[in-house]
């Protein structure tokens, strides 16, 4: 089992920025990959960023540019820097851990973006 903790979400307004943490816990293991997702209301959850323990990095169209993943693996932490925030960018953003096919989703934190 593996157990997530997020943390950084909040109220911002448009073009500010927020930065997201997610810890890792539990059966951790060296090969792995996080990410974040989101879901706004009415919609599907969908991919924003995802980092394989080796570095590499995958970005939603739609953050390209403006939203950056990154990991501490000595910390087994995953970050989500989001810069130039947009209304559209509201929802419940949600942590991921996969790791040999087994799928583990954080709680969700709220990011809210007024105009």
């Known amino acids: 089992q593996v157990q997530l903790v997020e943390s950084g979400g909040g109220l911002v307004q448009a073009g500010e920025s927020l930065r997201l943490s997610c810890t890792a816990s539990g059966s951790i293991g060296s090969i792995n990959v996080m990410g974040w997702y989101r879901q706004a209301p009415g919609n599907q959850r969908e991919l924003v960023a995802s980092i394989i323990s080796t570095g590499r990095t995958d970005y939603a169209d739609s953050v390209k540019g403006r939203f950056t993943i990154s990991r501490d693996n000595a910390k087994n932490t995953v970050y989500l820097q989001m810069n130039s925030l947009k209304p559209e960018d509201t929802a419940v953003y949600y942590c991921?851990?996969?790791?040999?096919?087994?799928?583990?989703w954080g709680q969700g934190t709220q990011v809210t973006v007024s105009s």
């Open positions: 991921h851990y996969n790791i040999n096919g087994w799928n583990y």
